[in-house]
């Protein structure tokens, strides 16, 4: 069947076929219909002396951020109405017929976190993190500890076949 959000049972089979690859893998991590991905340690700040940014094709983010590592037992701090970039710890690859949804969890939207802004789709034959657009909507400050299970995969069957190899294919934070 295909355009069909799998199910545990089929995911389950997918990996065993080895249509999906998920590393590192935790059975645990399994839901009823996606797979919940950790948050690393690694992030990226926006710059604050930076005002001004002009967007086009060329606009690169490395520009205009700083990549910082989350030591063991600490915390990354999130003031409200901030952003910044975070990645999975977990890298998905997916064939050529499946694609996917990266999808925040309820718990902690109702705190006001977003996981993703707007890119949550994942495409057919992808090979990497996700990475995470993740904003405090709140009026409190948030703490985000990594190895929390922060986001939900889900995978789908698509009608067809094609893989993506954009500018994202690798993607790294």
Known sequence: MTGSILSKNKILEKIDQGDIIIEPYSINNICPAGYDLTLSN??????????????????DYTNYTEKIIVEDGHYLTLLPKETVLGITTEKITLSNNLCGLLNGRSRFARMGLFIHITAFFMNPGISNRQ????????PYVLKLKPGTKICQF????????????GKFANQDL
Request: proline share 0%.
């Open 154 to 165: 889900i995978f789908i069957n698509m009608d067809g076949s094609a893989k993506y190899s």
């Open 131 to 138: 990475v995470l657009e993740i904003h405090n909507s709140s």
């Open 42 to 59: 690694e992030f990226r700040y926006y710059k604050r002396q930076i005002k001004e940014v002009i967007i086009n094709e060329n606009t």
